[in-house]
């Protein structure tokens, strides 16, 4: 059962859960969410197991100030008018992800942009600022329910799965972060949200651009996140020039011949699993493999969002937008 602790005496026991790899509920002047450390995928897969989420959607990663947010995405002049005008707010913006950045690549789902945001509350700020990293903070609820403004909504949704919901009251906007996509000099609306568009047109001198005609509104895409190769799943034998994408401690017929292999998790466990899933695509993709295969994953807890990635990527590359 989770303990419920008024925000004013609760930053040290926050900040001590979440160095440790924990979730923690937190209060944020938009809605109340569901922080973990962004450089750790274990941390992040638990958000997902926790919240039950069928799909790794790209989440926010949350800095305290903009040092930090400069440390993992790259600010064009535009994205710092933007910055400077609405933060700390609810506006998140979508920039290119800093090279060498310690996001890990479960908060982006594997993208090489990040959707950043300084939040107005105060006390998640100096939560940000004790842990000394970036939080990947979505929505404290259940997935498929609508997200929690109170600490009560939260218990009621979360109380069973996580230790420690910080109380800062009702929070005061109650909507999501309106969320833009800073594109060269194009500003693209990805999400209506807490900052009105006009106050964002007013202050560009320009009008926010609609993600029509199949642009990428992230996970839209059934084939979104493929790799180059082509992909082959649920394979029971490795073809001759593939790589393998391995699960568990049982191999795939001809896993030896395999141009490459990476196992999400020679133990076949799922949160491993969820941590590896898109660096180990990368990385067989760049063998220049005809295909990679990718051995059979169970299809609970994690294991439905990794099948879900996993069709994704073998989806044909130009098939139709699907609703997410
Ligand atoms: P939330 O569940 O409120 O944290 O929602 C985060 C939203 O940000 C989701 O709609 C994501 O799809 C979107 N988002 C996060 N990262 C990216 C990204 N790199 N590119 C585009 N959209 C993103
Ligand atoms: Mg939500």
Redesign the pocket.
């Given at each position: 059962m989770a303990e419920i602790v008024a925000q004013d005496v609760a930053l040290a026991k926050a900040a001590a859960l979440l160095a440790a790899g924990d979730l923690v509920a937190v209060p944020t002047e938009t809605v109340y969410g569901l922080a973990a450390d962004a450089t750790s995928g274990e941390a992040v897969a638990r958000i997902f197991e926790v919240k039950r989420r069928p799909r790794f959607?790209?989440?926010?990663a949350h800095a305290g100030d903009l040092a930090m947010a400069r440390s993992y995405a790259v600010f064009t002049p535009l994205a710092r008018k933007l910055a400077e005008a609405f933060w700390p707010g609810p506006l998140?913006l979508?920039l290119p992800l800093a090279d060498g950045a310690a996001i890990h690549p479960l908060v982006?789902a594997g993208?090489d942009?990040?959707?950043v945001r300084i939040p107005r509350s105060e006390f998640a700020r100096a939560l940000i600022g004790e842990v000394g990293r970036p939080l990947a903070?979505?929505?404290a609820n259940r997935s498929g329910r609508i997200s929690a403004t109170t600490a009560e909504d939260v218990e009621a949704e979360l109380g069973d799965r996580i230790k420690l919901i910080v109380d800062g009251g009702p929070t005061p906007v109650g909507v999501?972060s309106t969320?833009v996509?800073v594109d060269g000099d194009q500003i693209i609306l990805?999400?209506p949200g807490g900052t009105p568009t006009d106050a964002l047109e007013e202050l560009a001198g320009m009008k926010l651009v609609a993600p029509g005609g199949g642009i990428e509104?992230?996970?839209m895409m059934a084939s979104h996140y493929a790799p180059e190769a082509a992909m082959r799943l649920d394979v029971a034998e490795v073809r001759p020039g593939e790589a393998l994408l391995a699960f568990g401690p049982n191999r795939a017929a001809g896993a030896d011949h395999a141009a490459a292999v990476r196992n999400l998790s020679p133990s076949g466990d799922l949160r491993e699993a969820a941590t590896a899933l898109f660096s180990s695509l990368r990385e067989l993709d760049r063998v220049g493999a005809s295909a990679i295969a990718v051995e059979p994953i169970p299809e609970h807890g994690l294991g439905e969002a990794i099948n879900d990635r996993l069709r994704r990527a073998a989806a044909p590359r130009d098939s139709a937008p699907v609703n997410d």
């Open positions: 959607n790209p989440l926010i998140t979508v982006t993208l942009t990040v959707a903070a979505p929505s999501e969320i996509k990805l999400r509104a992230p996970g």
